[in-house]
């Protein structure tokens, strides 16, 4: 299952969001809330 944060959320704690993403091996979905709705972004670490 794709696990999802909000962008302010993932600014805050970069370093340890990338290495959530690396530790996992799974992609991270990052949520940014804007009017109307929401903008995805897809985090993959290689």
Not at 28 to 40: N, P, S
């Amino acid at each position: 299952m794709l696990k999802y944060i909000y962008s302010s959320e993932a600014r805050k704690y970069f370093g340890e969001t990338l290495d959530k993403i690396d530790e996992n091996k799974v992609p991270m979905e990052v949520k940014k809330k804007i009017a109307g709705g929401t903008k995805d972004f897809i985090f993959i670490v290689q």
